[in-house]
């Protein structure tokens, strides 16, 4: 099976531009859940989706949004960025939660 | 909500030394424990996962150990080597039902030669 693919693997924009992201799940995993890693913060979770619809959700401003299609593709969207936003954004699919595979992420720099 | 917290932030061991690395978690009700382990400029995999019912388990050289009692565990590496150089991180969460993983901060591993 094809693992996790994201792209774009990496992407420059500057401040108060909106940006996105796009997440392919391994075959027949539902469950997809975004994540951002900055050094020293680990892996702090974004959103879950399943069949569609926002299962769960960090505690991230409205800013950070996201969507999941009826083929389980799932796509971030960050709107006014921020230099702060700059960080990996990694994707992770589930067949139940509990195991998450990831992807490689995408890297964002705001300038 | 979980809490996860780690220990140490980095460790840095002589190949052939043990590593361990711990982590407490809040929730009494989370019952599922992965280790994902993150080499530079790679995705996190996870390496090893323990279950509330399990008080240890092991794969090769790496174990896992758990103690519900007192909310903790911890990831053991023996006979390190520079391969297993890398960011782990722990997590905990619920088998079943709409809860996913909390993750720690992360451990960073150097295995000097």
């Known amino acids: 099976k094809a693992g996790v693919t994201q792209t774009p693997r990496y992407l420059i924009k500057t401040r108060g531009q909106q940006v996105t992201l796009s997440c392919s799940p391994i075959?027949?995993?539902?469950?997809v859940s975004w994540y951002q890693q900055t050094p020293g913060q680990g892996l702090q979770f974004l959103f879950e989706?399943?069949?569609?619809?926002?299962?769960n959700k960090g505690n991230f401003p409205g800013r950070f949004s996201g969507r999941q299609f009826s083929n389980s593709r799932s796509e971030m969207n960050v709107s006014t960025l921020e230099l702060g936003d700059s960080a990996l954004y990694l994707c992770?699919?589930?067949?139940?939660?509990?195991?998450?595979?990831f992807g490689a992420g995408t890297r964002l720099s705001v300038l | 909500g979980e809490n996860v917290e780690q220990h140490p932030s980095t460790l840095s061991v002589q190949e052939g030394d043990s590593a361990v690395i711990k982590c407490t978690y809040s929730?009494?009700?989370?019952?599922?424990f992965p280790w994902y382990k993150q080499e530079l400029g790679k995705r996190p995999q996870l390496i090893i996962d323990?279950?509330?019912?399990?008080g240890e388990k092991k794969d090769q050289r790496i174990a896992v150990t758990l103690n519900k009692t007192a909310k903790h565990f911890s990831l053991h590496i023996t006979e390190t080597q520079p391969e297993d150089s890398a960011v782990y991180f722990c997590?905990?969460?619920?088998?079943?039902?709409?809860?996913?993983?909390?993750f720690g901060r992360g451990t960073s591993l150097i295995v000097h030669p």
């Open positions: 992770a699919s589930s067949p139940d939660q509990r195991i998450q595979y």
């Open positions: 075959s027949g995993h539902r469950s």
């Open positions: 989706y399943f069949s569609e619809t926002q299962r």
């Open positions: 929730d009494s009700a989370s019952n599922y």
């Open positions: 323990i279950r509330s019912n399990v």
């Open positions: 997590a905990a969460s619920r088998a079943g039902g709409s809860y996913i993983p909390t």
